[in-house]
C-alpha cells in the first residue's frame, strides 16, 4: 500500500473513522475516498486497528518461556557484595577471641579457638562462609561477651563508609 498523495483527505481518516468531521468535510473525503484505492486501504487499516482485529494476542506463556531463568548472581559477585559483612564478622570474632583468651588465662592458641568456635572455618577463606555459618559465629560472639567479665572493644572495620 502506498500513501496517498493528497495529505490533507489522508490527514482526515482518523477524524472520519471517529465520526469528528462536518458534514460537508465528510462529503468530500468521501468522494475523495470513492476515487481512491490508497485512502480505502489505508481506512481499512486504520479501522482494524482500532477495533482491535490486528491487535496480537497476548500469550502470557511463550512470554514467559522467553525470560530468561532467573540467575543467581555470580559467586565473585555475592564475594563482593558480602566480603565487608564477612571480614567484620571474622574480626569481631577474633577480637572477641583474643579479649576471652586475656581474661580467661587459657593456653589456646587463637586459631584452635576459631577453628572451635566456628568448626569448617578458616581464616584467610572467610569470603566462603555460608550465612549459617556466620550466623553460628555470630552465637559463639555472643557466648564469648557474655563470659568474659570485661566487655571487649569491637573494631568494626570501615563497613559503610565506603572504599578508600
Ligand atoms: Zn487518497
Known amino acids: 500500500m502506498r500513501d496517498c498523495d493528497n495529505v490533507t483527505m489522508r490527514e482526515m481518516l482518523p477524524d472520519l473513522l471517529h465520526d469528528r468531521l462536518a458534514p460537508s468535510v465528510r ?13 480505502r486501504a489505508e481506512l481499512e487499516l486504520l479501522r482494524s486497528v482500532v477495533s482491535g482485529a490486528v491487535t496480537p494476542r497476548i500469550d502470557a506463556s511463550r ?19 558480602s566480603w ?29 579457638l576459631v577453628a572451635a568456635a566456628a568448626p569448617g572455618l578458616a581464616v584467610g577463606a572467610m569470603t566462603d562462609i555460608p550465612d549459617q555459618d556466620l550466623r553460628a559465629l555470630a552465637a559463639e560472639l555472643k557466648k564469648l561477651q557474655a563470659v568474659t567479665p570485661a566487655e571487649p572493644e569491637v573494631v568494626v572495620p570501615g563497613v559503610g563508609r565506603g572504599s578508600e
Open 84 to 112: 565487608p559483612l564477612r571480614a567484620a564478622a571474622a574480626v569481631v570474632l577474633v577480637v572477641g577471641t583474643v579479649t576471652f583468651l586475656k581474661n580467661t588465662q587459657t593456653t589456646l592458641e587463637p586459631d584452635t
Open 63 to 81: 512470554i514467559a518461556a522467553a525470560v530468561p531463568a532467573y540467575q543467581r548472581p555470580s559467586a565473585v559477585m555475592s564475594a563482593l557484595r
Open 27 to 39: 462529503a468530500n473525503l468521501e468522494s475523495h475516498l470513492k476515487a481512491c484505492a490508497d485512502c
